[in-house]
């Protein structure tokens, strides 16, 4: 329902408001409520962009050459407001998501710790130095900064990924254009926002709006010389030929299809727990979220199946914006239609349905796209279910006899993002790290909640990308090229051993 008060946002080219030079727009609706408009977007042209491309150059001649210590402190105040608004910043992230409102929260601490850790990268953006092969000579590797990066973040976090992309890329001193997934297009405008609150100069972030057609030209600018893009398998598959064919820098975030292996000597109850968050948190729409549960056959295993899905059918589902609601809806009705798609295939391939099944209909239910938090059981390694990503509340159980053939049935889909194994057994957990095939392995904890930090690394194995990785110090390979700098002091011509 378009109501009078409707927000129209206007795009921001480089710190300024602009009306686009479009005529067109597009609605964004709360999920969980068909009558909760967030605002009309502009669907941005190739003259707004064009725009904005040309602030980012002006912008990136004088950040490049800022002190990163000095960069670093717009991304300290940026963590200030964002603690202090931290409130608001998740209602919308809720509006715009359906996420409970306790994981919005957490998702804009991670924004604020994605910040903190950054702006402590900007005393430090290490290179190397190492030693000569002649005297009197050193050489050091220094990182320096790219220039214009298109960030294009997906809608399931709209607020945290933009930061881990927008954050490595300022630290570095390049300049930004981001362009927000039309399904959630609002977190990244109020990041920029106070981003520019904090100091940013002018020019250096632009967000502008628009759907996948609109990401295709951003990919293809000539002047935009780095591509960090979070979506599907697909599209980052012709985002990576569009940028091989113009040798342009692309970090790819993808699809997954995470597991958690049951072991027979795990903790049942910490078990139960960690798959109820990891395949129903977020209504089952992380990278990282959990969509097999690949358990042991025990003496136990067919209970537990049964504790789970009455478990699941006890998780309250609503509008998140009340508390009382632990699982939020699925983005869109299309979306809703894949997902039962993938279970009603399931059924047909010989799956059972312990729990879920079926989109939720009647009362405050009509009024958003909620699908019930799903059990399959009986799912073989091979089948659909098993196999392919289906980004939404819907669990695989799939029975395995022992170690061996767990590790082989989580390794079997072309995804790695995140793997789990739940065991008391510190060998089995140390084997199974070193064999499962993922950028993310967890020990007794859920595939979901990877952190930002030194050691972190956020990035998959196999076609879950192409081996960048986000949220920790890595990223800074994203946006930073190397230069090699030979200093010769002996005032003579030394020619090198091997030349
Ligand atoms: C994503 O779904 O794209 O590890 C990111 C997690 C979150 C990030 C998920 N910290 O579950």
Known sequence: MVTATMTTFKNNIGGTLKDSSSTEYFEKYNPADKNDCLGKFPKSTDKDLDEAVAEAKKAFEVWKNTPAPKRAEVLYKAAEITIAEKESLAQILTRET????????????????????FAGEGRRIYGMTGQSELANKSIITIRQ?????????????????????????????????????????VSAYKLVEILYRAGLPKG?????????????????????????????????SKV?????????????????????????????DLLLEG????????????????????????SWSDAFIERLANAAKKLTVGNCLDEKNQVGPVITESQRKNIHGFVERAIKEGGKVVCGGNAL???????????????????????????????????????VKDFEEAINVANNTEYGLSLSIYTKDVNLAMQAS????????????????????GASAFGGWKHTGNGSREGGVLALDTYTQYKTIYIDYSNKLQRAQID
């Open 98 to 117: 359906g996420k409970p409102l306790v994981e919005a929260r957490g998702e804009i601490q991670e924004v604020i710790d994605t910040y903190m850790f």
């Open 145 to 185: 900064p790219i220039g214009i990066c298109g960030l294009i973040p997906a809608w399931n976090f709209p607020a945290a990924v933009p930061s881990w992309k927008a954050a490595p890329a300022l630290i570095t001193g390049n300049v930004c254009i981001i362009k927000p997934s039309k399904d959630a297009p």
């Open 204 to 236: 250096c972030a632009s967000v502008l709006f628009g759907s996948g057609e609109f990401g295709d030209k951003i990919v293809r600018h000539p002047d935009i010389k780095v591509i960090s893009i979070t979506g599907s398998t697909e599209v980052g």
């Open 240 to 268: 990576y030929e569009i940028c091989g064919k113009m040798l342009k820098k692309c970090a790819l975030e993808l699809g997954g299809k995470n597991a958690i292996v049951a072991l027979e000597d795990a903790n049942q």
């Open 275 to 298: 798959v109820l968050w990891a395949s129903f948190g977020t209504a089952g729409q992380r990278c990282t979220s959990c969509s097999r549960l690949i358990i042991q056959k025990s």
């Open 361 to 399: 209909s009647g009362g405050d239910y009509d009024k958003g796209t909620f699908y019930a938090p799903t059990v399959v059981s009986g799912i073989k390694p091979n089948m659909e279910l098993a196999t392919q990503e289906v980004f939404g509340p819907v669990l695989a159980v799939i029975e």
């Open 434 to 453: 070193n064999r499962l095939e993922s950028g993310i392995v967890y020990i007794n904890a859920p595939t979901i909640g990877a952190e930002c930090g």
